[in-house]
């Protein structure tokens, strides 16, 4: 299960209505709003990302919206491969072995473009 916040941005007079367009929407959950901003916080839930994609998007295609994007998102299946990797003991055995040079370890981190 997946779980993402979502901002919404309308023009102030048009908030009140937006707002009860999404309550009555079926597809997320509202939690709160800010008139003077314009902006709109709700939830959606889905499956997998595809799932919270498709609700997003019926977002933005409601009448008076100018924009909205994710901003948080909680990934089951992302956390289920993150423990994968806590919990696992494989190191690659490159990475063990004593007569690996290594300038040959290819890195492609933070570290990239850097010349030692």
Known sequence: M???SIVVQVK???VEGVV???KASGFCDYHLHDVSKGKIIVT???EGVEEEIAKLVKIQELPHVIAADMMMT???ELDK???KLEFSDEVPAMLNSK?????????GGDLKNKHF
Do not use: H, T
């Open 2 to 4: 997946n779980v993402s």
């Open 20 to 22: 009860e367009v999404l």
């Open 12 to 14: 102030s007079e048009f």
């Open 99 to 107: 007569n690996v040079n290594p300038k040959d370890i290819v890195y």
């Open 74 to 76: 909680y990934q089951e």
């Open 44 to 46: 959606v839930e889905g």
């Open 81 to 83: 491969e993150r423990d």
